[in-house]
């Protein structure tokens, strides 16, 4: 090992020294107002016979000795068995900067440098410390020692450092019982006697290996657009969104999938690229308990039918007992940041909790259920990148998920915006709570249901008709359609009809009608038999036209086979992605889907919301989200 220092032992001496500075005592009266003087105690360090010499040195027949003051050293260090954990346990965990402005001097809201630190598992001793008072006469002592031992009932904490990821900066200080009252076994003259009291405090201590610290060159994503060149080539040009192919890299390539609980809440469910959720790595299942969870003696329930009794009521005393179980299993316990516990399944697979005295697993923050095992867990992915400050606990201040609803991946401004939540039984789930904010304002009345007209009708798989009943069409509603009778369609005029003349020029005709109403299955009443035009076919059936082919363009200009006028009528149909509401007798066509106008309705038996957009609906969240079109903002 190279050498490294770090000072820790001498900053939990230091720390020590401060809790025994500022004490005062009182001298008398004086000064102009005759008031109290007080008079600070210094608190040096050193050993009775370091001390004794100074006094010797630094005090004549013509000097005051310089008491009262306060010693400290230490007196001994010892090994810690009892608060050893394992010593192999090594912890990750990422650190930002963050970013400094050298133009402004000052720290900014970006994030800067990045550092990923390797921890490992410290050492334990405990430290016994000696304090010695010194004074010339009872009263000062017993000023000092009054105001001293109230303090210590038994125990006052202490912190070493400011390292938010060191785990051991906090401990405390605990006065021992012996105290010695008075010694007087150092002779330092014959008129000013010392007095010394001497107190033993013990002070346990972790003393850390080195972390690895390195500066994390981490890439999170990686977007990569190719595009074809829009000038000759040699040109480093390009025509914006002109992309040929996009590759996205993500960490794990995880994908997730979403499934509604109601209107706000939904599960995230973390898959691998395959779209599967199960983890092939097999990687231990892991349950945390809550943080500084209930230990009473007697406590005990049973674990993967291990039967776990817990007889102490303090975190290192608790883990022993439930480890003193679990030799020759698959399962293990840690102490998992200084406060809580983590259960663990080195297998992978499922861990089953039962409480066997009532109350022993809510104690813990547990439940009496099967945690499933064998899947990706959201807590090892995110453990890389910071700490997941949940809902529950922070509301509107927890971590964000959020989901992309363009194909421009590097569009932010209308991402929906959710907050998460752990699962506490299944570590494979997420909660998200969205932000209603951020999701887009409906522009249509909700509809009732989606439904395929051509299966379904009132009182067919759906309620009988009541007025402002409202159905988004997956199919055509046929025209002799009886469970729905007649449609009406009132953007044609009048509610069932409209007439337009096709004008005959050479070979083509002019309809004068607005022919983006023509649809796939509308009848027409034509004069002009044997109308074709390419793809679109207009079959004749006597004086009945109807329009069969349904992927045929919607042209002004049809090829007819003779040069005369024809007139026809357009009778109203309901088709697939329209929108139909009943008005208490009819059922009327309330969105038409020829429409090139974005529209957002909800659907009242999902609680989801639909969006159109290029002629089709789509649920504006998706079940499946790929790399790249999920991010999260811990």
Not at 297 to 312: A, D, K, P, R
Not at 432 to 460: C, K, M, Y
Not at 542 to 563: A, D, F, H, M, Y
Request: proline fraction near 6%; include cysteine.
């Amino acid at each position: 090992m190279q050498y490294w220092y770090s000072e820790q032992i001498r900053n939990y001496r230091l720390q020590f020294i401060r809790a025994f500075g500022g004490f005062s005592v009182k001298t008398g009266r004086g000064g102009p107002n005759n008031t109290e003087q007080l008079l600070k105690v210094p608190c040096r360090y050193g050993d009775p016979s370091r001390i004794a010499a100074t006094i010797v040195r630094g005090n004549s027949e013509n000097k005051s000795l310089t008491v009262p003051f306060i010693t400290c050293f230490i007196s001994s260090l010892a090994m810690a068995p009892q608060r050893r954990q394992d010593p192999y346990f090594s912890k990750t965990v990422q650190v930002n900067e963050r970013k400094y402005d050298d133009q402004l001097q000052r720290y900014t809201n970006e994030i800067g440098n990045r550092y990923s630190v390797d921890m490992f598992m410290p050492v334990p001793y405990d430290i016994t410390m000696q304090v010695d008072i010194w004074t010339n006469n009872e009263d000062i002592k017993e000023q000092l020692l009054e105001q001293i031992l109230v303090l210590f009932n038994p125990t006052i904490n202490i912190q070493t450092s400011t390292n938010p990821i060191d785990w051991t900066v906090l401990t405390y200080i605990e006065l021992l019982e012996n105290i010695n009252w008075s010694s007087r076994s150092i002779p330092v003259g014959t008129d000013n006697p010392i007095d010394v009291a001497t107190l033993q405090f013990k002070l346990p201590i972790f003393i850390n290996p080195p972390a690895k610290v390195r500066k994390q060159t981490l890439i999170d994503e990686i977007i990569t657009n190719i595009v074809q060149g829009s000038k000759a080539p040699g040109a480093m040009e390009w025509t914006e969104y002109e992309f040929l192919a996009r590759s996205i890299v993500t960490p794990d390539e995880a994908q997730i999938r979403v499934t509604n609980l109601d209107a706000y809440t939904y599960t995230l469910r973390l898959c691998g690229p395959d779209g599967s959720p199960r983890d092939p790595n097999q990687s231990p299942t892991v349950v945390f308990a809550a943080q500084y969870p209930q230990f009473f003696t007697g406590q005990s329930f049973l674990w993967n039918n291990i039967t776990i009794t817990i007889t102490h009521t303090d975190l290192n005393g608790a883990l022993g007992d439930i480890r003193s179980s679990l030799v020759g299993s698959q399962l293990s316990c840690v102490i998992y940041n200084n406060t809580s516990l983590q259960f663990i399944e080195t297998s992978g697979g499922d861990m089953t909790f039962t409480d066997l005295v009532p109350g022993s697993l809510s104690a813990l923050g547990l439940e009496s259920t099967t945690y499933p095992g064998g899947n990706r867990a959201w807590w090892r992915l995110l453990q890389y990148y910071g700490q997941v400050k949940s809902y529950s606990q922070y509301g509107a201040n927890a971590s964000q998920l959020r989901l992309k609803t363009v194909d421009d991946i590097e569009q932010t401004n209308t991402d929906l915006v959710g907050w998460i939540d752990y699962d506490p039984v299944d570590q494979n789930i997420l909660y998200w709570i969205i932000d209603q904010q951020s999701f887009p304002a409906t522009t249509l009345p909700p509809i009732n249901a989606i439904v395929n007209p051509q299966n379904s009708g009132p009182n067919i798989n759906l309620p009988a008709a009541v007025s402002g009943q409202s159905y988004l069409l997956t199919e055509d509603i046929p025209v002799t359609s009886q469970a729905w009778g007649s449609i009406i369609n009132p953007l044609l005029a009048p509610a069932t009809t409209q007439t337009a003349t096709w004008q005959v020029d050479t070979s083509f005709i002019t309809l004068s009608a607005e022919n983006n109403l023509i649809k796939p299955g509308q009848l027409i009443n034509s004069q002009t038999p044997g109308i074709q035009s390419g793809s679109l076919v207009l079959s004749v059936s006597g004086t009945q036209v109807q329009i069969v082919n349904e992927n045929s363009p919607l042209s002004s200009n049809i090829t007819v086979s003779n040069s005369t006028f024809a007139t026809v009528n357009f009778y109203d149909v309901a088709t697939t992605n329209d929108i139909i509401t009943y008005d208490g007798v009819n059922w009327v066509v309330s969105f038409n889907s020829h429409s090139t106008t974005p529209q957002i309705v909800l659907n009242l038996t999902s609680n989801r919301l639909y969006k159109f957009n290029n002629g089709y609906w789509e649920p504006i969240i998706q079940n499946i989200y790929t790399p790249g079109y999920w991010t999260i903002a811990l």
